[in-house]
C-alpha cells in the first residue's frame, strides 16, 4: 500500500515499499496532518503515476500483480484531469474514484476505470466513508485475483417461511453481485434442502453473472423438514466433484456457505467432519431458531470466530452481508497464488512455490 496527499501540491506520504507491516501503515495514517490548498487532482495523477506505479517505489506490475489507484475526493479540480488519468489506465492501472459531495460527476467518469458502477462511488458526505471502506474492500479485491469454487447450501425447511425465504434470496443476490463470476475465476452452485437436498445448479452450469442473479430472482421456496446432515452428505458427493464442475484437482479453493435455522433431524457432525477432510472451507450462517445445541462450529471450519455467524432474526441478513462477503473474499484471495514461471529461470534449475 502507498499513500500520497494532494492539493496545490502533492505530498509523498509513502510509498508501496515503504512499510512492510500494517501496524506501520496505520501509525503513518494516525499522524496523517491536514494540509489544505486548491484541488489540482490532474497533477496528483501524474505525481503517483511517475513516483508509486514504479519498480523502484515498490510496484510489482511485472510480476502480474494487479495495480490500483484509489482517488478520494471532494472537489472539482483546478487543472486537467483527463489525459493524466488515461495516462495511467493505458499502463493497466485500474482507476477507483470515490467523490464526496460531488453534484457533478462528468469529471470524475473522465478519471475513473470502466465500467462506472464498479469504479466510481459518489457519496453525499463524509459521514458515509465508513461503510464505503468495506465496500471498496469488497470491490478492489474480490475483483482483482479472485479463483474459487463456492456452493451455498441453503434450508428452505417450513420453519424458515416464505417471507424469511425472501430475505435470504435478497441476500444471496447482493454477495453474488460481488463476486467476479467466471468460468476461469468465481463459479457458484446452489443447493436447497428440506425432506431432500435439491439441486439448483452445479459449479459449471452458469457462465455468466447476469444468468446466475436471473435465476435467484426466481428461486422457489417449497417448505418441509429440515435434514441437514443429508444435505452435507449431498454436498460432499454430488456437488464438489469434477463432473459438477469443481476445480480441486486444479488447487482452486472449495468454499461451502450453510444458512440454517440451527435446526435439523439428522446429525450433521460427521457429515461436516467429512466434507471439512476433503478440503472444503465450511461457513455457517444460523437465523432465529439457535441454541447452543445447534452446534455450528461442528459445522463450520475452526475456528469458530472467522467461520460462524448467528444472528436472531432472518432482518438481520441485510446487515451482514458485508461481513460474510469479506470473509469469502478474504478466504479466496489468501489461497490464490500467481507465480509467474520464467524459461530462463527454469533451465537454469531454480524451483518456484
Same mark, same amino acid.
Do not use: M
Given at each position: 500500500?502507498?499513500l500520497?496527499?494532494?492539493?496545490?501540491e502533492?505530498?509523498?506520504?509513502?510509498?508501496?515499499?515503504?512499510?512492510?507491516?500494517?501496524?506501520?501503515?496505520?501509525?503513518?495514517?494516525g499522524? @496523517?496532518?491536514?494540509?489544505?490548498?486548491e484541488?489540482h487532482t490532474?497533477?496528483?495523477?501524474?505525481?503517483?503515476?511517475?513516483?508509486?506505479?514504479?519498480?523502484?517505489a &515498490?510496484?510489482?506490475?511485472?510480476?502480474?500483480?494487479?495495480?490500483?489507484?484509489?482517488?478520494i475526493?471532494?472537489?472539482?479540480?483546478s487543472?486537467?484531469?483527463?489525459?493524466?488519468?488515461k495516462?495511467?489506465?493505458?499502463? &493497466?492501472?485500474? *482507476?477507483?474514484?470515490?467523490?464526496?459531495?460531488?453534484?457533478?460527476?462528468?469529471? @470524475?467518469?473522465q478519471?475513473?476505470? %470502466?465500467?462506472f458502477h464498479?469504479?466510481?462511488?459518489?457519496?453525499?458526505?463524509?459521514?458515509?466513508?465508513?461503510?464505503?471502506s468495506?465496500?471498496?474492500?469488497?470491490?478492489?479485491?474480490?475483483?482483482s485475483?479472485?479463483?474459487?469454487?463456492?456452493?451455498?447450501?441453503?434450508d428452505e425447511?417450513?420453519?424458515?417461511?416464505?417471507?424469511?425465504?425472501q430475505?435470504?434470496?435478497a441476500?444471496?443476490?447482493k *454477495?453474488?453481485n460481488?463476486?467476479d463470476?467466471?468460468?476461469?475465476?468465481?463459479?457458484?452452485g446452489l443447493?436447497?434442502?428440506?425432506?431432500?437436498?435439491?439441486?439448483?445448479?452445479t459449479?459449471?452450469?452458469f457462465?455468466?453473472?447476469?444468468?446466475i442473479? $436471473?435465476?435467484l430472482? $426466481?428461486l422457489?421456496?417449497?417448505?418441509?423438514?429440515?435434514?441437514?446432515?443429508?444435505a *452435507?452428505?449431498?454436498?460432499? $458427493?454430488?456437488v464438489?466433484?469434477?463432473?459438477?464442475?469443481?476445480?480441486? %484437482?486444479?488447487?482452486v479453493?472449495?468454499?461451502?456457505?450453510? *444458512?440454517?435455522?440451527?435446526?435439523?433431524?439428522?446429525?450433521?457432525?460427521?457429515?461436516?467432519?467429512?466434507?471439512?477432510?476433503?478440503?472444503?472451507?465450511v461457513?455457517?450462517?444460523?437465523?432465529?431458531?439457535?441454541?447452543? &445445541?445447534?452446534?455450528?462450529?461442528?459445522?463450520?471450519?475452526?475456528?469458530?470466530?472467522?467461520?460462524v455467524t448467528t444472528l436472531?432474526?432472518?432482518?438481520?441478513?441485510?446487515n451482514?452481508k458485508? %461481513?460474510?462477503?469479506?470473509?469469502?473474499?478474504?478466504?479466496i484471495?489468501?489461497?490464490?497464488?500467481?507465480?509467474p514461471l520464467?524459461s530462463q529461470?527454469?533451465?537454469e534449475g531454480?524451483?518456484y512455490a
Amino acid at each position: 500500500v502507498g499513500l500520497a496527499q494532494y492539493s496545490d501540491e502533492v505530498h509523498q506520504v509513502f510509498l508501496l515499499n515503504q512499510y512492510l507491516s500494517k501496524n506501520d501503515v496505520l501509525d503513518q495514517i494516525g499522524i @496523517l496532518p491536514y494540509r489544505g490548498g486548491e484541488t489540482h487532482t490532474g497533477g496528483a495523477l501524474d505525481f503517483v503515476s511517475t513516483k508509486y506505479f514504479t519498480e523502484s517505489a &515498490g510496484s510489482r506490475a511485472k510480476g502480474y500483480v494487479p495495480q490500483l489507484a484509489i482517488l478520494i475526493t471532494s472537489g472539482e479540480s483546478s487543472d486537467e484531469v483527463e489525459q493524466p488519468a488515461k495516462k495511467l489506465r493505458y499502463r &493497466g492501472i485500474s *482507476i477507483y474514484v470515490v467523490g464526496i459531495g460531488i453534484q457533478n460527476t462528468t469529471e @470524475l467518469q473522465q478519471i475513473a476505470s %470502466k465500467p462506472f458502477h464498479k469504479y466510481l462511488y459518489s457519496i453525499g458526505s463524509f459521514d458515509d466513508l465508513p461503510d464505503l471502506s468495506t465496500r471498496l474492500f469488497l470491490d478492489t479485491v474480490c475483483s482483482s485475483a479472485t479463483v474459487a469454487d463456492i456452493v451455498f447450501l441453503v434450508d428452505e425447511s417450513s420453519k424458515i417461511g416464505s417471507k424469511n425465504f425472501q430475505l435470504i434470496r435478497a441476500f444471496l443476490l447482493k *454477495i453474488v453481485n460481488a463476486l467476479d463470476i467466471d468460468p476461469s475465476n468465481v463459479r457458484i452452485g446452489l443447493v436447497l434442502y428440506s425432506d431432500e437436498p435439491r439441486l439448483e445448479f452445479t459449479l459449471d452450469t452458469f457462465k455468466d453473472k447476469l444468468e446466475i442473479l $436471473n435465476y435467484l430472482k $426466481n428461486l422457489p421456496y417449497r417448505g418441509g423438514q429440515a435434514y441437514t446432515g443429508r444435505a *452435507i452428505e449431498f454436498l460432499r $458427493n454430488k456437488v464438489f466433484t469434477q463432473e459438477a464442475g469443481s476445480r480441486k %484437482k486444479q488447487g482452486v479453493q472449495q468454499i461451502a456457505v450453510v *444458512i440454517t435455522d440451527g435446526q435439523s433431524l439428522d446429525d450433521y457432525t460427521e457429515p461436516a467432519s467429512k466434507l471439512r477432510r476433503e478440503s472444503v472451507t465450511v461457513y455457517a450462517v444460523g437465523i432465529q431458531n439457535i441454541t447452543e &445445541g445447534s452446534r455450528l462450529d461442528k459445522i463450520a471450519t475452526y475456528p469458530p470466530r472467522n467461520h460462524v455467524t448467528t444472528l436472531k432474526f432472518f432482518l438481520q441478513l441485510s446487515n451482514i452481508k458485508w %461481513k460474510i462477503k469479506k470473509q469469502l473474499c478474504n478466504e479466496i484471495v489468501t489461497k490464490t497464488f500467481v507465480v509467474p514461471l520464467k524459461s530462463q529461470s527454469l533451465k537454469e534449475g531454480k524451483k518456484y512455490a
